[in-house]
Nanobody
Framework: VQLVESGGGLVQPGGSLRLSCAASGFTFSRGTMAWFRQAPGREREFVVGARWSGGNRYYADSVKGRFTISRDNSRNTVYLEMISMKPEDTAVYHC????????????????????WGQGIQVTVSS
């Protein structure tokens, strides 16, 4: 299983960006997928998760209403749409997945995900 993130870069405060996570050796139509991020000097934190069975989405309070997770089954790719971005969104963003459908209380836990992308830098600055 390989996950590859793309779409990162520099964006001004208030701007938008879309990250992609392309998978090989794995089908996103099942299991659970999440985005995490790690800012300099801080621990990696949960951003958003999705349980494809049932269509449940879970968002960190800091991004609720601004970030949206979606997927394109034909491309086996998951997207993170980010709008109204803030300087505190600056971080390295990682996608992660597991073939298991996690229970809701564990979607935010990093150790539940077996497969990780290498991460991509997102910088929000004027």
């Amino acid at each position: 299983v390989q996950l590859v993130e793309s779409g990162g870069g520099l964006v001004q405060p208030g701007g938008s960006l879309r990250l992609s996570c392309a998978a090989s050796g794995f089908t996103f139509s099942r299991g659970t997928m999440a985005w995490f991020r790690q800012a300099p000097g801080r621990e990696r934190e949960f951003v958003v998760g999705a349980r494809w069975s049932g269509g449940n989405r879970y968002y960190a309070d800091s991004v609720k209403g601004r970030f949206t997770i979606s997927r394109d089954n034909s491309r086996n790719t998951v997207y993170l749409e980010m709008i109204s971005m803030k300087p505190e969104d600056t971080a390295v963003y990682h996608c992660a997945t597991t073939p298991r459908t996690l229970i809701a209380s564990t979607v935010r836990l990093m150790h539940e995900y077996e497969y990780w992308g290498q991460g991509i830098q997102v910088t929000v600055s004027s």
